[in-house]
């Protein structure tokens, strides 16, 4: 699934597990529930979450330019784009090109303060949070944020402890970047939103 700029990411998260699991993700002669058992029981995100369960999945282009593929994993109950807000996710973005760790960390500021805008202390708080957090990443490489609510987020570089953040707002405002219902952002903003099942 490829597409570029404002709609990259809005149609990807729209159906279940079944209907995007692409084939590669299924073991020949596999049916449909034993391949998602199957790879909730191998998943590295298992330790975080209960029984992980992929919503979806797609790559995300920009400007022709494939930027990552993004994975969104949920817990056993279904996720609801009104109530992602109240569940543990993991949201995985391997990346199809390289990427220096402060660039990661000033877009996802910009993208947070446009969704609502931040005051300049907070702004650079957190610009400063996430610098410190973020490493550089290479073609291939992964980062997966896994959000607890009300809580914090954790952080996996190739799915191996990286960080957390403790502050509880900030957490869900860099998870919103994605998956914030409003689809006010403009065609130029490198992050847009996941449109999740509501039924």
């Known amino acids: 699934m490829t597409t570029s700029r404002r709609h990259a990411l809005t149609h990807i998260f729209k159906y279940g597990l079944a209907s995007t699991l692409p084939l590669?993700?299924?073991?020949?002669?596999?049916?449909?529930?034993?391949?998602?058992?199957?790879?909730?029981?191998?998943?590295?995100?298992?330790?975080h979450l209960n029984t992980p369960r992929l919503v979806g999945q797609g790559k995300y282009s920009y400007w022709g330019f494939d930027v990552y593929w993004a994975s969104l994993w949920s817990e056993?109950?279904?996720?609801?784009s009104?109530?992602?807000?109240?569940?543990?996710?993991?949201l995985e973005l391997r990346y199809l090109r390289d990427f220096d760790g402060k660039?990661?960390?000033?877009?996802?500021?910009?993208?947070?303060?446009?969704q609502s805008p931040l005051s300049p202390e907070t702004m650079n708080a957190w610009l400063k949070a996430l610098e410190a957090l973020f490493p550089n990443v290479?073609?291939?490489?992964?980062?997966?944020?896994?959000?607890?609510?009300?809580?914090?987020?954790?952080?996996?570089?190739?799915n191996k402890p990286l960080g957390k953040i403790a502050d509880a707002e900030l957490a869900?405002?860099?998870?919103?970047i994605w998956l914030s219902p409003q689809t006010s952002a403009p065609e130029s903003v490198s992050y847009t939103h996941?449109?999740?099942p509501t039924k």
């Open 76 to 80: 056993d109950n279904p996720l609801r």
């Open 172 to 176: 869900k405002r860099f998870f919103a």
């Open 138 to 158: 290479l073609k291939g490489q992964s980062l997966t944020g896994i959000y607890v609510p009300n809580s914090s987020a954790q952080f996996l570089f190739n």
């Open 103 to 114: 660039d990661i960390a000033k877009r996802s500021v910009d993208e947070m303060h446009k």
């Open 24 to 47: 590669s993700f299924m073991a020949h002669g596999q049916d449909k529930e034993s391949a998602s058992t199957s790879a909730a029981a191998q998943n590295p995100l298992q330790p």
């Open 82 to 90: 009104d109530q992602w807000q109240t569940q543990r996710l993991a």
């Open 194 to 196: 996941l449109t999740l």
